[in-house]
């Protein structure tokens, strides 16, 4: 910070404290000022002030401090320090009290996962756990059916939903509860399934002993309609699916505890070993089922944590997380109970003692996935098997738990700078705002062009939202640039990388970002889907080398598409041995999409599910999918679909370099060349310019040696890329 008289005026500094903690600071300044960067400070005093984020975005306004940086209840002191391009500077300073995070609310009401056509449907009344339900207000996250409404009566007391199905179908609806006091939340989401004929399926679900088993899943398919239908049993282990549409059934219960073995009805280890009962209009259907013990035996499992010259890491976080829990990851061709994807589980997370090392409790014979976690330094998503830590989660692998198993290594990788270099942002669910947890991939990519195009990586890092969805990739160096991943941690969402035009699915038109100072607002907006088949695609990723020898490729992550609506319905990410499963589909026409971050996008012929009741095999069908190795995606069209910044070549460079651009139509645009202070050095280009590819040189004689920023900007639109001088 500088003392000195200031010479940048900024008009307005103001803050709201939102209802999870979050400080968020906003500001304007007067026309005209060409700033460099911007500053902020944090301290619990005026002695205490610290810089906690640089700005490099004359356009910025805003700065969300995230409530893991703070102590609620506390008064913290925020100093916002402007620069301008000739280093003159202006602040302002205030002060701001965070109050504690509203707490979160919970619905205590259940509802209504049934419909039929030209009946009322209710749900009533609507609850959550607040002292007055008068102090709640509801509305609903995202799209829902015509007609649906909100009623309140007894002075709001009883809040109710109501609705008039007019067709079949399956409608996904998300409930917010506000409370309007305390502004917290609660949100529920759940799908109602509308039948045109229908009858009622009611069953049991109990232990061999005859014990009542409360609180397990029971899915109802009807596959003539392609309608999946979901109940949990009660405290007597009962269940009751009124409305459910008429025709051949198959029923599946998986049970809350790992105690017992979930079974299709009755006693399949897979729908094509059980035959269907048949449910008639105005009739009641009964599955009585008896659940096996499982063979699930606790031992202990032990290992350590190291840094990478083998001394020990105490306090390392480590947790273990069943396979079935895990994404949509697993070495398998077909899985047993295709339509159920389970969301995110932690089974146990324990912590090293000072020597480095753990013990966990894991049931022989099951299949984990486990990470270890450590402040300064990266993720290891998976135990050390010879090639040093694994930092990508599309690689992670499983192990077996056998009995005495004492032998999980995990070497974590030091983040050994210190920069104010940061990306920041969140995940969302783009049907309802709602926030989502994820995987957050960071990527290092060399971005190669010439035969071929697209990118291939190098490095990568990996992080775990927090439950409101925010994650952060700190110390992050002046050179490299990024492209990022977000996959979901929940079923009915598909992974994007960042695209600030809206996600994509493409590797190869993911934004590359440059991380100089704090960039905030890398936020993803996942797409849903419904899960209600009981159709697989599965197969194996390989890729043919030049002496046509062939290899596995894990770590692709796989997309079903729809031949018809081209939405994406299902996916998963091929294992160690290359295979993949995607479940849950529908009956129809696939394209299946390999999507790999070093070899680039391949996709299928199509895919037929055209499965019936009586004809069941054909619910899965096997495709591999193979790449070339030396093809890495596509090349540029000659007008791209989107602008472009590309890596200057070549790079390091003496004393000139070309940097060329895209664009997919005429537009004015400006690129400039930034110091690592933010001073502008050079305009190499500024005006209106044609779609195609554009190149420019710059002669970099008059300056020294060391990184170099250039950064194109079009209309809302800003990209950067670092570049490196040596003499």
């Not at 999980?408 to 030091?414: E, P």
Request: aromatic share 10%; proline share 6%; no cysteine.
């Amino acid at each position: 910070m500088r003392a000195s008289s200031q010479q940048v005026i900024i008009d307005d500094l103001s803050y709201e404290v939102s209802m999870y903690g979050d400080v968020v600071l906003t500001w304007s300044l007067p026309q005209g000022v060409a700033i460099s960067h911007f500053t902020v400070f944090r301290g619990l005093s005026p002695a205490d002030l610290k810089p906690i984020a640089e700005i490099y975005s004359p356009a910025a306004r805003q700065y969300t401090d995230h409530r893991s940086n703070l102590i609620p209840g506390s008064t913290y002191i925020y100093w916002l320090e402007a620069t301008d391009r000739q280093g003159n500077t202006g602040w302002k300073v205030i002060p701001v009290k965070v109050t504690p995070p509203s707490g979160g609310m919970k619905f205590t009401s259940k509802p209504e996962v049934t419909g039929f056509v030209g009946q009322d449907y209710w749900y009533i009344p609507i609850t959550v756990d607040a002292e007055k339900q008068e102090d709640v207000e509801y509305t609903f996250g995202g799209p829902h059916p015509d007609g649906m409404v909100f009623n309140s009566v007894g002075g709001g007391l009883v809040t109710s939903l109501y609705w008039l199905p007019i067709k079949a179908g399956q409608y996904p609806i998300t409930l917010i509860a506000t409370h309007k006091k305390t502004r917290a939340i609660a949100v529920q989401e759940f799908t109602i399934t509308v039948a045109s004929q229908a009858g009622v399926v009611t069953g049991t679900v109990r232990a061999v002993d005859n014990t009542p088993l409360r609180n397990t899943q029971v899915r109802v398919f009807q596959v003539q309609n392609d309608m999946a239908y979901e109940a949990t049993t009660d405290s007597l282990g009962t269940f009751v699916l009124p409305n459910v549409q008429v025709g051949e059934l198959y029923a599946f219960a998986r049970p809350a505890t790992p105690r017992y073995q979930p079974q299709w009805y009755t006693l399949g280890r897979n729908m094509s070993e059980v035959s269907p009962r048949t449910l008639r209009m105005g009739d009641t259907l009964r599955f009585a089922f008896q659940l096996l013990t499982s063979v699930d035996n606790p031992t202990a499992v032990r290992g350590n944590v190291r840094n990478m010259v083998g001394q020990p890491l105490a306090d390392a976080r480590v947790s273990f997380i069943r396979k079935s829990n895990f994404i949509h990851i697993g070495d398998t061709t077909i899985i047993s109970d295709p339509s159920f994807l389970d969301n995110f589980k932690i089974d146990t997370t324990v912590v090293t003692d000072a020597s480095g090392a753990f013990t966990a409790y894991l049931a022989v014979g099951r299949e984990y996935y486990a990470f270890a976690q450590k402040t300064s330094y990266a993720m290891a998503m998976s135990p050390d098997r010879g090639a040093g830590p694994e930092t990508n989660v599309l690689l992670a692998r499983p192990f077996k738990v056998r009995d005495g198993l004492s032998d999980l290594r995990f070497s974590l990788i030091y983040i050994d700078i210190s920069t104010p270099n940061r990306i920041v942002g969140s995940v969302k669910s783009v049907a309802n705002g709602i926030d989502k947890e994820a995987v957050v991939v960071l990527i290092d990519p060399d971005l190669k062009r010439g035969a071929g195009g697209g990118h291939t990586y190098r490095q990568y890092r990996s992080t775990v939202t927090d439950e409101n969805g925010y994650y952060s990739f700190d110390n992050l160096g002046y050179t490299s640039t990024y492209s990022i991943l977000a996959v979901p941690l929940e079923k009915g969402l598909i992974p994007q990388f960042f695209n600030s035009r809206g996600g994509t699915t493409v590797a190869e038109n993911s934004d590359i970002v440059s991380a100089l100072g704090t960039v905030q607002n890398i936020n993803f907006d996942l797409p849903r889907v419904s899960l209600g088949g009981v159709g697989t695609v599965f197969g194996r990723i390989t890729v043919r080398h030049q002496d046509n020898s062939i290899s596995a490729v894990p770590g692709t992550i796989v997309f079903a598409e729809d031949n018809d609506s081209r939405d994406i319905l299902g996916y998963a990410i091929s294992d160690s041995a290359g295979w993949y499963s995607i479940p849950g589909l529908q009956r129809g026409m696939y394209t299946i999409w390999a999507v790999n971050t070093q070899l680039g996008s391949k996709s299928s012929p199509l895919v037929s599910l055209d499965y019936t009741t009586y004809n069941l095999f054909t619910a899965t069908r096997k495709m591999d999918v193979q790449f070339t190795d030396g093809v890495t995606g596509i090349s540029d069209p000659v007008h791209p679909e989107q602008v472009t910044l590309h890596q200057n070549h070549p790079n390091p460079f003496n004393p000139s370099t070309s940097i060329s651009f895209s664009l997919p139509r005429d537009m004015r645009v400006n690129l400039r060349v930034y110091n690592t202070i933010g001073q502008e050095i050079a305009t190499l280009f500024d005006g209106m310019a044609d779609a195609g590819t554009h190149v420019v040189n710059f002669d970099a004689s008059a300056y020294d040696s060391g990184v170099y920023y250039y950064r194109l900007t079009t209309g809302d639109m800003v990209l950067s890329k670092a570049m490196t001088l040596i003499k």
